[in-house]
């Protein structure tokens, strides 16, 4: 990866301000890494007033460690690489790594506010929004997916026992529109971006209501022949069945809290793989692109990122064009 940015500018506007906002993402060795390092420099070149901000990256699995190169150039880049060993409740479930993560780092001191990114995303403006979260923040999801739309919903039923492990009013969760679909659904929010307070417990009750769920095997694709594929591999059918409860988790954790969770415009976690599908204009400008697996070499159509309809400044063009595609080994 090109090796363009300021690294004294960086320490210039860290001296300058407190930090208010931590970033948390996960790289873990092959695409996950190579896509962590992009969404690292874009936050140091792209992220405006948030550009100095604390950015952690956490491996969470001993047999998956990032190599010595990608931890080199996460020091230069003054992100903090935390390395675990995470004893996930379901591994086969990818993104059960991501909760218990979170839950984790949000247990340590640091800056009031903690805003989870998916590490195939990648900032193109200034996410100014992040550092103004009054409680918790998000995009809703993509498409309906495994949410409910209410009584005779397929997946009612699910959700109602979701709710009985975490201990939630089912009648408390709001009713949201998904983005791309526009389905009127019980909240669920994309796992690409999600911001909250430190001082909320969020992260950490999303954890324990994850641990319940898998507990009770409420497994909401069980028996069902789905293939999703994620920003870094094609998921086991074992993990496809539990598709969607990670967000699910945090949706339940963040009725517990008594607040509600403030919906980020639709400049953040914009869909580029469901980039044909919108129904609704392309934000301008966007702040957060969330691109899954179209910048992988042999795994997609980097070619997305730089569609006229994302109108992106020239300057993201210019940055991306050595960058996307990427491989493994870089």
Known sequence: MPDMYDEESVDSRRDAAPQQVEFVLIAEAGILERQALLLCESIRRFGGALSSSAITVV???KSRRPSHATLKMLDRLQAEYLALEIDSACPDYGPSFKVHALAHVARRSGPPIMVQVDSDSLFVAEPNALSKIDWAAGRPVDVKGMCTTGPGDEFDEYWRALC?????????????RTTVDRVRVRASYNGGLLAARRASGIFERAEEYFLRLVAADLRP??????AIRSGAEIVSKAGSAYWGTSQAAF?????????????LSDAYNFPLHLLDEMTTPVPAPLAHIHYHWLASNGAGDASALFDARLRLS????AWLRPRAPFSERQ
């Not at 694709?221 to 789905?226: A, K, M, P, S």
């Not at 517990?256 to 969770?261: F, I, K, L, N």
Request: glycine residues 8%.
């Open 59 to 61: 491996s969470p699995r």
């Open 164 to 176: 009985a492990v975490a201990g939630v009013d089912y009648e408390q969760i709001p009713v949201i």
């Open 314 to 317: 020239a300057e993201v063009r």
């Open 251 to 263: 949706s339940l954790a963040s009725v517990r809290s008594g607040r509600r969770v403030e919906i």
């Open 221 to 226: 694709w069980e028996g069902r022949d789905i």
